[in-house]
């Protein structure tokens, strides 16, 4: 996995497979080779660590009924925003005294406050930007 700059205009690029971190002093890279897996999210850990809580990662999640979400997370280096772009989904967030369910459909986002557990399950298939400040993710079995 490397990060490729925008030394120069890059071609355009598909969120879904080349997500892109967003760093300190407003810098934007490509994430070549990523891969959403624990080993993928410790090598991008290490390799963004510089940006501190400053650093985002934008990323388009394809999601669909038949493939749900194996995993909780949470994120508590700082907020993450979620868009539904297209299709249906239920965003169901955990806190130690709360317990919610959010609809969301195409063009509504949704924040999620820094170390709140949270997953979705897909209503109908679509796909669903996530900007995350990644620092320090943690992830628990549904």
């Not at 355009?12 to 891969?35: C, K, R, W, Y």
């Not at 194996?70 to 925003?81: C, F, I, K, Q, Y």
């Amino acid at each position: 996995m490397r990060l490729r700059g925008a030394s120069e205009a890059s071609d355009p690029t598909d969120l879904a497979t080349t997500p892109i971190h967003l760093g300190h002093g407003g810098t934007a890279s490509l994430i070549e080779g990523f891969a959403w897996d624990a080993a993928a999210l410790a090598e991008y850990q290490k390799i963004t660590e510089g940006d501190g809580p400053d650093g985002r990662l934008v990323m388009i999640f394809v999601h669909s009924p038949s493939t749900p979400m194996p995993t909780w997370e949470r994120h508590p280096a700082g907020d993450e925003v979620i868009v539904c772009l297209s299709g249906r989904l239920r965003i169901w967030q955990q806190t130690a005294d709360r317990h919610r369910c959010v609809e969301l459909g195409p063009g509504d986002a949704l924040l999620h406050p820094p170390a709140m557990w949270h997953r979705f399950e897909s209503l109908q298939p679509g796909r669903v930007l996530a900007i995350t400040a990644g620092r320090g993710s943690e992830h628990k079995p549904a």
